[in-house]
């Protein structure tokens, strides 16, 4: 049983290119969420879906795009990478909000 | 400000000792309070809570929240090593969450 998959799991990017992180969960969960993990400061949500086709902003979502076409995929997009979007990434899943979530393992990304 | 706060940022203990780790929060619209362990990687999941005054346990694990004071305890007893994480508070509020930065415990042998 996979859980959720976030790939890649490492990722350097110059300043002002984008790119796409992966999420895909093989549990059928409904809720799907992305998260930034920087020292000191936990974790902030950036955007979440409560289902497929429907997505909202989180607590940091500037700079910042995703998209839900299916149950399984939550796409997280960077525009265009700005050091400041140096961080850990970590998609998570629950069957619905008022479950515990499931964590990816986390994409290491840095922006020079 | 919805805000979640936890309390120690970081904690050394030896193997044996009882640590207690706290969260607070001042949040609208509360809906439950979870505990995650992260070591390596992904956070894990260890106890949801939306009842005030009944303790979840599991192990030597154990947990309690307290809607009038806004806040929640985690203790581990009977330390040991690979209690070394950092634990996360989280407080569900509608479909958003906040975390705490984390308590860094380590237990050394």
């Known amino acids: 049983n996979a859980g959720v998959t976030q790939t890649p799991k490492f990722q350097v990017l110059k300043t002002g290119q984008s790119m796409t992180l992966q999420c895909a969960q093989d549990?059928?969960?409904?809720?799907m969420s992305w998260y930034r993990q920087d020292p000191g400061m936990g974790l902030r949500l950036i955007h979440y879906?409560?289902?497929?086709?429907?997505?909202d902003q989180g607590e940091v979502p500037n700079g910042y795009n995703v998209s839900r076409s299916t149950t399984e995929d939550f796409p997280l997009r960077l525009l265009s990478a700005a050091p400041s979007q140096t961080s850990v990434y970590f998609c998570?899943?629950?069957?619905?909000?008022?479950?515990?979530?499931?964590f990816g393992d986390g994409t290491r990304l840095s922006i020079l | 400000e919805d805000k979640v706060v936890q309390s120690p940022l970081s904690l050394v203990v030896h193997e044996g000792d009882t640590v207690t780790l706290n969260c607070s929060y001042e949040?609208?619209?509360?809906?439950?309070l979870l505990w995650y362990k992260q070591e390596k990687k992904a956070p894990t999941f260890l106890f949801m809570l939306?009842?005030?005054?009944i303790e979840k346990k599991s192990g030597r694990l154990s947990s309690i929240l307290d809607k009038k004071e806004l806040s929640s305890i985690l203790n581990i007893t009977a330390t040991q090593t690979g209690d070394s994480a950092i634990y996360l508070c989280?407080?569900?509020?509608?479909?958003?969450?906040?975390f705490g930065a984390g308590t860094r415990l380590t237990v050394k042998p």
């Open positions: 549990m059928n969960h409904e809720y």
């Open positions: 879906s409560v289902g497929a086709g429907i997505t």
């Open positions: 949040v609208t619209n509360f809906r439950s």
């Open positions: 939306t009842s005030s005054g």
């Open positions: 998570a899943s629950s069957p619905i909000l008022d479950k515990p979530q499931h």
């Open positions: 989280a407080v569900e509020i509608d479909n958003d969450m906040r």
